[in-house]
């Protein structure tokens, strides 16, 4: 499974960006950058990340830092995948 083309997936699903994330790179900043990504755009975007990595994610593992950019969120589900 190649994680980054997954994670990009997912984004590109959960925020409507009509490919537009197939030209994100890891440093590529997310939250505050991309207009889609809001406040009820992270939940969904978590809920999805969920239910395609099979991983549940805790209240209090999230913050800004996890998407700070495309590189810091598939460190996170690689974490999440290594637990």
């Given at each position: 499974?190649d994680i980054k083309n997954e994670v990009v997936s997912v984004l590109d699903d959960v925020l409507s960006l009509k490919g537009r994330g ?62």
């Amino acid at each position: 499974m190649d994680i980054k083309n997954e994670v990009v997936s997912v984004l590109d699903d959960v925020l409507s960006l009509k490919g537009r994330g197939s030209q994100f790179k890891l440093d590529t900043p997310l939250l505050g950058a991309i207009p889609e990504l809001d406040s009820m755009a992270v939940v969904a975007l978590i809920t999805a990340l969920e239910e395609r990595f099979g991983f549940a994610v805790d209240d209090d593992e999230i913050d800004g830092a996890v998407f700070a950019s495309l590189g810091t969120l598939i460190d996170f589900v690689q974490g999440k995948l290594a637990a």
